[in-house]
């Protein structure tokens, strides 16, 4: 059973902090991706990775940065948190391209 | 990049009925359309996908229909039951090319079961 777990569920920052958001899939996935849900907006795609030390970027890349030093690990990183940055996270794996992607629970970030 | 239009945003049906979401993508080079259910509260999971290679894919009380000439792409729910209540997303994938594809999703529809 695929496991994707992410760091924290709910995370309250103040603006301007630096922020990491981890997530770890235990299922030796190639592919890991970063998310944000707004409500009436959906998901968009803010950045993914195909292997480790890869990236690219997604719809809305601005003001985040990511890192995959290890296979099983996709960090998400807000350099210079700010308010329109509060949202829900939601990270993502999959075994290749094309194949169904498995959620994390989300983190809820709220940044004050 | 892709464009993905979902509708209705709000679709209520009576128990048992059939409810149909539909969805349209701008990107002939997308090929993996896959539809995932959110419960309140809970994470997405995929409940159907369909590739750009065939038109019609079914599973019990599910079904999706793809027409790539038009660019769109279908959800249908047959004998619909409370359990089936939740916001569903289409999504299309990014043809980026690279070693994966992002998806891009729709704005979601929440699907209402009227007893």
């Known amino acids: 059973d695929v496991k994707v777990t992410q760091s924290s569920r709910y995370l309250v920052k103040r603006t301007g902090e630096k922020v990491f958001l981890e997530c770890v899939q235990d299922m030796d996935h190639e592919n890991m991706f970063w998310y944000r849900q707004d409500p009436g907006l959906g998901l968009r795609l803010i950045y993914f990775s195909y292997d480790v030390k890869m990236k690219e970027k997604g719809d809305i890349p601005e003001g985040y940065s990511v890192s995959r030093e290890k296979k099983e690990r996709f960090s998400l990183i807000l350099e210079s948190a700010s308010t329109n940055q509060t949202s829900m996270y939601l990270c993502?794996?999959?075994?290749?391209?094309?194949?169904?992607?498995?959620f994390g629970p989300g983190t809820r970030l709220t940044v004050t | 990049g892709e464009n993905v239009e979902q509708h209705p945003s709000t679709l209520s049906v009576q128990e048992g009925d059939s409810a149909v979401i539909k969805c349209t993508y701008s990107d002939s080079a997308s090929n993996y359309f896959p539809w995932y259910k959110q419960e309140l509260g809970k994470r997405p999971q995929l409940i159907i996908d369909?590739?750009?290679?065939?038109g019609e894919k079914k599973d019990q009380r599910i079904a999706v229909t793809l027409n790539k000439t038009a660019k769109h792409f279908s959800l249908h729910i047959t004998e619909t039951q409370p359990e089936d209540s939740a916001v569903y997303f289409c999504?299309?994938?990014?043809?980026?090319?690279?070693?994966?594809?992002?998806?891009?999703f729709g704005k979601g529809t929440h699907l209402i079961i009227q007893p």
């Open positions: 369909i590739r750009s290679n065939v």
């Open positions: 993502a794996s999959s075994f290749n391209r094309n194949y169904e992607q498995y």
């Open positions: 999504a299309a994938s990014q043809g980026s090319g690279g070693g994966a594809d992002g998806l891009t």
